[in-house]
């Protein structure tokens, strides 16, 4: 063999090497974390089905294996959203097809499944809110009796990606709407139907997703269509109906920015109120949207101390830390401001900067370990992310670990050592 194949050779080796995906990474998540809490992952269809669509056939293959090599537990990042499971009015108007290979996907990895989400502002098609009565005229309408409400809306128009009947995809409805008998009927009747079809396969459901208004403490709730039309109870009925669907299963309130304390204290008064009615409410999911420069152990440890106080189990269900500047204020993660979150490049030394966030995070996960009962990042790797533009996930667009895989890791291995 002359002197420039055996060059060849080598440098095809150091590059198998170099490319060796998180699959074969001697190191796991799910293993790490096994005596803590399970560990898991948003999937996209692509992943669940197998059908390539933004990953080519090689990529979607390393995708799947990274996901069974490091998870135990997974969520469904779209196909259980109303937009994509119940898009058409009625009981024919269901495409479970996505959903259910979501299901057998995890059934036969032996995941935990968590059904996301039944009751959201966002991705919810026009039919669900229409109807014959005329909507309000002026757009500081009363608010409903008992009840602060953020009046302007932070669902503004967003991208079309979920197809017709959906305003600009995260946009508001804004036509004729039902009555509030109807509107509890057809939430009754999709709460009942997807529940009920997954009973005793899914076992934690986010019942309602982001109801909290962002922004002062004078406004509690989001002021959704869900609230306009029904009133505040919307959240309870959610809840009653589907604990009627499925009684053994854990329902979760959802929310974003519980690192923030004024929405923290909107939350506390949510749930206070609902567990004195005596609410099916069993678990808080916190989803832990965060941004590199304010991520880490105070902030985590901070926030739990306070969730904790409600005695229910904790689920950080959407974990993911932004490097992108234009994410780098509040601890908002509302989808509609999404673009702008992960614009402006990245920060300086983002790579060393997301190890030592996401250290200080699951340090704080592992000190409130009583009360911390499941952990999910908001997708696989970087590349299929939410927000790849900001990195934020713990694999890169190839599958590799990256530093902060290992300094997540080396958390684990001490809390073990301890
Ligand atoms: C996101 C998905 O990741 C995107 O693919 C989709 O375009 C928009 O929604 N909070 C939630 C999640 O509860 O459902 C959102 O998921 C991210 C913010």
């Not at 974390?33 to 992943?47: E, K, M």
């Not at 306070?306 to 780098?328: F, K, R, Y």
Request: glycine share 8%.
């Amino acid at each position: 063999m002359n002197c420039r194949s055996r060059i060849h050779l080598l440098s095809v080796a150091l590059m198998a090497a170099a490319t060796v995906s998180a699959a074969e990474h001697p190191a796991s998540l799910k293993e790490a974390f096994a005596a803590h809490f399970p560990i898991g992952a948003a999937i996209n269809r692509s992943q669940a089905t197998g059908a390539p669509g933004r990953r080519n056939a090689e990529l979607l293959t390393q995708d799947i294996a990274l996901v069974k090599a490091q998870f135990n537990q997974v969520t469904a990042e779209n196909d259980m959203k109303w937009q994509l499971i119940h898009p058409r009015e009625g009981a024919e108007g269901y495409d479970f097809g996505p959903a259910d290979a979501f299901v057998n996907f995890a059934l036969s990895h032996r995941m935990e499944i968590v059904g996301h989400t039944l009751v959201w502002h966002s991705q919810t098609p026009n039919w669900v809110f229409a109807g014959t009565n005329p909507p309000p005229v002026a757009t500081n309408a009363p608010l409903p009796a008992a009840v602060g409400t953020n009046a302007v809306t932070t669902n503004g128009p967003g991208r079309g990606r979920f197809g017709p009947g959906l305003v600009g995809g995260f946009g508001r409805y804004n036509g004729p709407r039902a009555s509030r008998e109807e509107l509890l009927q057809r939430m009754r009747d999709h709460i009942h139907t997807v529940v009920g079809r997954y009973r005793g396969r899914v076992k934690v459901w986010d019942v309602v997703n982001e109801a909290l208004a962002d922004g002062g403490p004078e406004n509690v709730l989001r002021n959704s269509l869900w609230l306009e039309i029904i009133g505040p109870d919307f959240i309870a009925k959610a809840f009653q109906y589907a604990h009627e669907a499925d009684p053994e299963a854990i329902l979760r309130y959802n929310d974003y920015g519980l690192e923030n304390p004024v929405k923290i204290r909107k939350l506390i008064t949510l749930i206070r109120s609902l567990q004195e009615q005596k609410v099916p409410l069993h678990a808080i999911g916190t989803q832990a949207h965060l941004n590199v420069s304010t991520a880490g152990f105070e902030q985590m440890d901070r926030s739990l101390t306070e969730l904790a106080t409600l005695g229910l189990p904790i689920h950080v269900t959407e974990l993911d830390i932004n490097s992108a500047q234009g994410g780098q204020r509040g601890t908002g993660a509302d989808v509609a401001a999404n673009a702008a979150a992960t614009q402006g490049g990245l920060v300086s030394d983002a790579d060393q900067k997301l190890a030592d966030a996401y250290a200080g995070v699951f340090r704080a996960f592992l000190k409130h370990q009583d009360s911390v009962r499941m952990v999910t990042l908001w997708g696989v790797n970087d590349a299929v992310s939410w927000r790849a533009n900001g990195r934020p996930l713990l694999f890169d667009g190839e599958n590799r670990p990256k530093p902060a895989f290992d300094a997540v890791i080396r958390e684990a291995a001490a809390a073990a050592a301890r």
